[in-house]
């Protein structure tokens, strides 16, 4: 019997958790600079996109990520980017590794057909 996977769902939202990487990194005019916009674009990156907030563009996350590379010994930036990534992101998906000829032979088994071993001259 498979086992269930059990998904941990974040314990706050993304936008409050890109907040704290924001003031991590240096606050809003820092984070402003390094994606190469206003600060009142990022102030809205903090608040809810239900009320009257933006969800960050992927290409300014990148950007703030490629600054949190930069700042290795900043502890509280590296918690912060911890949990945007972990949290958000790579706990949300699973990955599965399956043989390469148990693949084959079940696609094979699919379509009703036989596969003929090869044979190397």
């Given at each position: 019997?498979?086992?269930?996977l059990?998904?941990?769902?974040?314990?706050?939202?993304?936008?409050?958790?890109?907040?704290?990487?924001?003031?991590?990194?240096?606050?809003?005019?820092?984070?402003?600079?390094?994606?190469?916009?206003?600060?009142?674009?990022?102030?809205?990156?903090?608040?809810?996109?239900?009320?009257?907030?933006?969800?960050?563009?992927?290409?300014?996350?990148q950007?703030?990520?490629?600054a949190?590379?930069?700042?290795?010994?900043?502890?509280?930036?590296?918690?912060?980017?911890?949990?945007?990534?972990?949290?958000?992101?790579?706990?949300?998906?699973?990955?599965r590794?399956?043989?390469?000829?148990?693949?084959?032979?079940?696609?094979?088994?699919?379509?009703?057909?036989?596969?003929?071993?090869?044979?190397?001259?």
């Open positions: 019997m498979p086992t269930q059990k998904l941990s769902l974040p314990t706050r939202p993304f936008h409050l958790a890109i907040g704290a990487l924001i003031e991590a990194i240096g606050g809003y005019k820092v984070a402003a600079r390094i994606c190469l916009v206003t600060p009142i674009t990022v102030e809205k990156w903090k608040e809810s996109p239900d009320e009257s907030g933006q969800v960050i563009p992927v290409k300014h996350l950007s703030l990520l490629t949190v590379g930069e700042q290795l010994e900043n502890h509280a930036v590296q918690i912060a980017a911890d949990e945007v990534m972990q949290e958000h992101f790579l706990n949300l998906y699973h990955r590794c399956y043989p390469t000829e148990k693949v084959f032979a079940f696609i094979d088994m699919l379509q009703g057909q036989e596969r003929k071993a090869v044979v190397n001259d």
